[in-house]
């Protein structure tokens, strides 16, 4: 009797503790949504960190250094954007699911240009709504994908002479406070 009574009490007590952890768990699961925005603020600190401390710094601060494309046969800096796509190769290398990259309907490397209709859709909707980062699902070779994309924008007077002023540029009237072109961040669903 006394041991059925134990028993009882314990499974109401041990299923009440299993409900609530398993009400936790469901509370702490991350969504897509919440992973893709984690995952471009700390993308966006990398970027901001490497341009002040780094390009900034060595270029304009103490002129030591330049940033420049063909940094290896000059022996100068990695541009912040392609230090940013290196990354996201070293990524891709390890990991074949999730991905990101940084586009422009108005790309200096052909390589950065939009490839799907939700990438395309994407960088028009940060460029007129920099501030609403854009959200979509969408389905490549059979797999579902949640696609986030942020507004990249011309924070600086170099990020807008830089790309007026390029010969494979296919636009030359950027402004400051232009956006330039998106992170596009993916991941699958
Ligand atoms: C000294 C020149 C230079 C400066 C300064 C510069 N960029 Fe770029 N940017 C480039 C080049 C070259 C690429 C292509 C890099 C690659 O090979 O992927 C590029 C790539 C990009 C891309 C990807 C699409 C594309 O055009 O290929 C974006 C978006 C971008 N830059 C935005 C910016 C922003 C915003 C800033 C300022 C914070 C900036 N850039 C500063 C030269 C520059």
Known sequence: MKTTL???ACLSLCGAAALTLAAGARAQSISPK???DA???VMAADRTVYTRLIVNRLQNEEKLLKATEHWKDEKTLVLPAQMFRYGSEEVAKTNKDFSYSLLSSWPVNKQNAPRTPVEKE???SVAKTPAQPFYKEETLGGKKY???VYADRAVAPACVT???DHKDSPRK???I???MGGVVIRIPI
Do not use: P, W, Y
Request: glycine content about 8%.
């Open 146 to 148: 949640f696609t986030a």
């Open 177 to 179: 406070g232009d956006t």
């Open 173 to 175: 009237d950027f402004k």
């Open 162 to 164: 830089c790309h007026n």
């Open 34 to 36: 919440q992973m893709a």
């Open 6 to 8: 134990i028993r009882s």
């Open 122 to 124: 994407g960088l028009e």
């Open 39 to 41: 995952l471009h603020a």
